[in-house]
């Protein structure tokens, strides 16, 4: 069994196991916040710079109390050096010019010792204090172990030592020559001071990272707020998409920022342009289904008169159907053509094939038609799907085979220009032609330049949509047979 909480927030018969889910839910939320991510992040970097910076401060301080410490002792040997005098087989001094080796528990000593470390002469501070320089444990046994006494002539030391407690010891071996023998003048002193003040900066050290560490973190929240003004201002443009009081999101937004609310704004776009064409398809369906439906219901006939009328209807309504659809998927689409190819002779001929029994306006009764496919080269790749080649090209050659008398010839070619290599596809009849001033309107969906023949229009705007998803450009005009001529140009290679 699981174990049971013992924690009295979780009501009787509620096992443990049974919370631990919505803790890490919990946990999970809270990481996917922005701002507690900045904060945590802060909390954990501010106390190791913090921390750091502290720790090199405070051996920098060290380092300047070790190397004035130094300075000063130096000197005040160099003090003591200059008052000492050889007289009589004794060192004696005058005044030295520092007070403290005359007082008592000062925490400076001042020697001289022989080179085998016996005393010399001590500063009154030393007998003052109580010490006993010349024991065992006394000042020449703190110079045997600091290694002052093998120091040569003119070498001098600073070292830490101890008797009793911490001192700094500063060391040097002078020769007097004529004036007296060698001796080793020794100055010690204590610790305590320059301990008290260490720790006293210490204290300020951590109570200024204390400060600077609450202050910094004040300065990072107000940062963090202020940087997250403008996510809060996007969530505000989305809370107003979603009760319509705006349609897009405002551009004017953080740099950072911008590829975020652009791509929302074109999916926007995308999906407003999605909608009208769902109610443009309604529209049209609505509209044109509306006729042939109404002649059925309408036609009170019966026999083979009546049901050639509904088959003819039927037929109509199918197509209607499969070129709205059609249609449909073309619009707005972006094909997929990276590495696809499909090569373009075999699938023209195919085509051709399948459509030279198609019925020809006005002349249903004349037989085949001569479809010639010999002006395309072989070779020539299609640089896309197979099959937006077939309703490509399937939509201008059903156009085309309907409206010659006799003929229709079909070219294709690569060329190449300023701007690039380019797919040059011709498909040219030798019909009426195309009336003036409809060259541009038959390229519209659902737009005929003969509105006394079956058809909805929509094969020459699926044609356009299909050049213009991939860059291209469809243009007509007269044939060299005397008909229409349908001129499309595709980039040869993939952009």
């Avoid at 689409?333 to 019925?359: F, M, S, W």
């Avoid at 479809?371 to 896309?384: K, M, N, Q, R, Y």
């Avoid at 498909?427 to 032609?433: F, I, S, T, W, Y």
Wanted: with cysteine.
């Amino acid at each position: 069994m699981a174990p049971r909480c013992r924690s009295k927030r979780f009501a009787a018969g509620v096992t443990c196991s049974a919370k631990l889910p919505e803790r890490r839910n919990r946990m999970s939320r809270r990481l996917r916040s922005i701002r507690l991510r900045l904060l945590a992040a802060n909390l954990l970097i501010l106390p190791l710079f913090l921390g750091f910076t502290a720790y090199g401060l405070d051996r920098a301080f060290g380092n300047y109390q070790l190397d004035k410490q130094r300075e000063n002792m130096a000197l005040q040997l160099l003090l003591l050096a200059r008052a000492a005098e050889w007289s009589e087989g004794v060192w004696q001094t005058e005044t030295v010019d520092e007070p403290r080796l005359a007082l008592p528990d000062s925490g400076l000593y001042g020697f001289i010792l022989s080179r085998q470390g016996a005393v010399a002469w001590q500063s009154e501070s030393v007998a003052l204090s109580g010490w006993d320089a010349g024991s065992p444990a006394g000042i020449a046994s703190v110079a045997a172990d600091a290694g002052f006494l093998s120091l040569p002539i003119g070498g001098s030391k600073f070292s830490d030592c101890y008797r009793g407690e911490p001192y700094y010891c500063y060391a040097r071996v002078i020769a007097w020559g004529s004036r007296g023998p060698e001796a080793l003048f020794l100055v010690l002193e204590s610790k305590a001071a320059i301990i008290a003040a260490r720790t006293e900066y210490r204290q300020f050290l951590g109570l200024l990272s204390l400060g600077l560490g609450l202050l910094l973190l004040v300065v990072q929240l107000a940062v963090v707020r202020w940087g997250l003004l403008p996510l809060r201002q996007i969530t505000r443009d989305i809370d107003s998409l979603k009760t319509g009081t705006r349609e897009k999101l405002d551009s004017d937004v953080a740099q950072e920022l911008e590829p975020l609310t652009s791509g929302i704004n074109v999916l926007l776009e995308s999906e407003e342009r999605r909608r009208r064409r769902v109610r443009n398809t309604v529209d049209r369906l609505t509209h044109t289904l509306k006729t042939p439906l109404m002649l059925v219901r309408n036609s009170r006939e019966e026999g083979p008169a009546y049901r050639a009328l509904v088959d003819e209807q039927v037929d109509r309504i199918l197509g209607i159907v499969e070129s709205e659809l059609a249609a449909a998927r073309l619009d707005g689409r972006v094909p997929d053509i990276l590495g696809k190819a499909v090569q373009l002779k075999p699938v023209i001929e195919r085509i051709a094939r399948a459509y030279r029994k198609l019925p020809r306006v006005g002349r249903e009764s004349e037989g085949e038609i001569e479809l010639d496919t010999g002006a395309v080269d072989s070779g020539i790749e299609f640089p896309g799907e197979g099959r937006d080649l077939q309703d490509l090209f399937g939509s201008i050659l059903e156009n085309s085979v309907r409206y010659c008398r006799r003929r229709v010839e079909v070219g294709a070619a690569l060329e190449s220009a300023a701007d690039g290599d380019w797919l040059r596809l011709t498909v040219g009849d030798d019909g009426d032609g195309i009336p003036p001033g409809f060259e541009a309107l038959i390229l519209e969906r659902g737009a005929r330049a003969d509105t006394a023949s079956v058809g909805q229009g929509l094969g020459l705007s699926i044609a356009l949509a299909i050049v213009s998803a991939y860059g291209g450009s469809l243009h007509t005009g007269r044939s060299p047979l005397g008909g229409a001529e349908f001129v499309i140009r595709l980039p040869a290679s993939q952009r």
